[in-house]
């Protein structure tokens, strides 16, 4: 079975300091990795996703993350974060070999960014 | 493009009522929707999967008779909450996928919180 764990259920930040939130896998396939953004009353909104392609994988709002399968991490980072990065962020993992797969979710992590 | 709404985005029921939930892709035709719930500051759960014109598949401790699931088109999945309770409360998300973004791709709705009285 597919799973992800995020290591830290809470990240605080100062606006413009980098940001690192950690999430590692776990798949018997090849998987395919998401980060997902969820704003207060708002949609999931993907980020960025890697399917196999290139192992650095550039997203929306500055945003990337590295797939490193030596270590089966998937972290997403931001080199400056701006007040309107503070949200929820999930780590997802589907798997490939399932053709519509179902996306397993991390439990989250919630981003708080300070002035 | 791919866009998916969900309406209500907010409702409130007596317990042991009926409620509706509809999602809608927009701009693409969605061959398969999901249905997640999320309780507060948790992740989201998968409930079912349903693909257009069959039953849905529910996940393992999803009761099939109180969370009816219909996809009758391309673009328009229901899911019932039936004889609701206050345990049902929840935030409720639907998503979906076709023909818009890769197969891996799903497209998610804005969410519907349910309250339960």
């Known amino acids: 079975a597919q799973s992800v764990t995020q290591l830290d259920s809470h990240v605080s930040v100062s606006e413009g300091t980098p940001v690192l939130l950690r999430c590692n896998y776990s798949?018997?396939?090849?998987?395919?990795l998401f980060w997902y953004v969820q704003h207060p009353n708002k949609g999931l909104q993907l980020l960025l996703k890697?399917?196999?392609?290139?192992?650095l994988v550039k997203g929306i709002n500055g945003f990337e993350a590295e797939f490193k399968k030596s270590e089966t991490s998937f972290h997403l980072t931001k080199p400056s974060a701006h007040m309107s990065d503070a949200a929820e962020y999930f780590c997802?993992?589907?798997?490939?070999?399932?053709?519509?797969?179902?996306?397993?979710f991390g439990t989250g992590t919630r981003l708080l960014v300070s002035p | 493009g791919a866009v998916v709404s969900q309406h209500p985005s907010r409702v409130i029921c007596k317990s042991g009522t009926s409620v509706k939930i509809e999602c809608r892709s927009l701009?693409?035709?969605?061959?398969?929707m999901f249905w997640y719930r999320q309780f507060p500051k948790q992740s989201l759960m998968l409930m079912a999967t349903?693909?257009?014109?069959?039953?849905?598949?529910?996940e393992q401790g999803v009761e099939k008779d109180k969370f009816l699931i219909n996809h009758a088109s391309l673009t328009l999945s229901t899911l019932t909450v039936t004889s609701a309770h206050p345990e049902d409360s929840s935030f409720y998300i639907c998503?979906?996928?076709?023909?818009?973004?890769?197969?891996?791709?799903?497209?998610f709705g804005p969410g519907t919180r349910l309250t339960v009285l």
């Open positions: 998503s979906a996928n076709g023909l818009a973004g890769g197969p891996n791709e799903q497209f």
């Open positions: 798949s018997s396939y090849s998987p395919s």
């Open positions: 890697y399917t196999s392609a290139a192992t």
């Open positions: 997802v993992v589907s798997d490939t070999n399932t053709g519509f797969q179902k996306l397993v």
């Open positions: 701009d693409f035709q969605a061959t398969t």
């Open positions: 349903s693909n257009e014109g069959s039953k849905a598949t529910y």
